[in-house]
């Protein structure tokens, strides 16, 4: 989900971008199945396991080509400049915020995957040139998260909502650990120049490449096309009977 510009100064990786595009089109899936589930045309549960992990794969593609990009940019340029990239993503973050603020007072979004994004590449840009280090680190994250209690904080997000002004529900929420880790393991995708994989030329490839370069605008937009197809197609039928 990150914005175009991040890859501007270097020569883009087709591979990449079909990974990042694989996230994009899970994504849209994700939503478009929540949508179907919100105006009634299938029901279940998205804290069953399948939708879970389903939503987990999409984390774990879109934060690992995080770091990985970022590895790519250093590797390319000594001192890259990433303003333009963290002034976009910044405003894209604060768009989704105040969009979902108006739209569901109750569940808006104020850390989702954008904002997660922001703070964890500002977080990784030091080590990401060092990517045997990052993802060792990230590595140490995750297996602590899943093997040990040292990471849970269950009592935390109560605790905030006490203290700021924030809805206890939330549409999309992402927390620091682990995902932290996959972040930081991500430069070490680029030291293994898994970027450099061939990709074949379809029109699959192609359609996944596209959706990977663009990621940011779709991210902005899928949702508000998606919302309003399934809902019109909800107004018709219910006119209709």
Not at 25 to 47: A, K, P, T
Request: positive net charge.
């Amino acid at each position: 989900m990150q914005p175009t510009s991040l890859c501007e100064s270097i020569k883009r990786s087709a591979f990449l971008d079909v990974y990042r595009g694989t996230a994009v089109l899970l994504m849209i899936i994700f939503h478009f199945c929540w949508d179907l589930r919100n105006f009634g045309f299938v029901e279940f549960s998205i804290y069953d396991p399948f939708w879970v992990y389903f939503r987990s794969v999409i984390l774990t593609l879109f934060l690992s080509a995080v770091g990985w990009s970022t590895y790519l940019v250093f590797t390319k340029k000594a001192n890259p400049s990433f303003w333009k990239r963290d002034l976009k993503l910044f405003i894209a973050a604060i768009a989704i915020s105040l969009a979902t603020y108006l739209a569901m007072p109750n569940q808006w979004i104020y850390f989702g995957i954008l904002h997660f994004i922001f703070i964890a590449s500002l977080i990784n840009r030091p080590i990401a040139k060092y990517p045997i280090f990052s993802a060792t680190i990230g590595a140490t994250i995750i297996v602590a998260y899943h093997a040990t209690d040292w990471l849970l904080f269950p009592n935390a997000f109560s605790t905030i909502t006490q203290y700021v002004a924030i809805p206890e529900r939330t549409l999309d929420i992402v927390f620091p650990f682990p995902w932290i880790g996959v972040v930081l393991i991500g430069p070490l995708l680029g030291y293994l120049h898994l970027h450099k994989l061939p990709t074949p030329n379809n029109i699959i490839i192609v359609m996944l490449s596209f959706m990977g370069r663009y990621a940011l605008p779709i991210y902005l937009l899928h949702q508000l096309v998606l919302f309003a197809l399934v809902g019109s197609v909800k107004m018709v039928l219910n006119l209709a009977y």
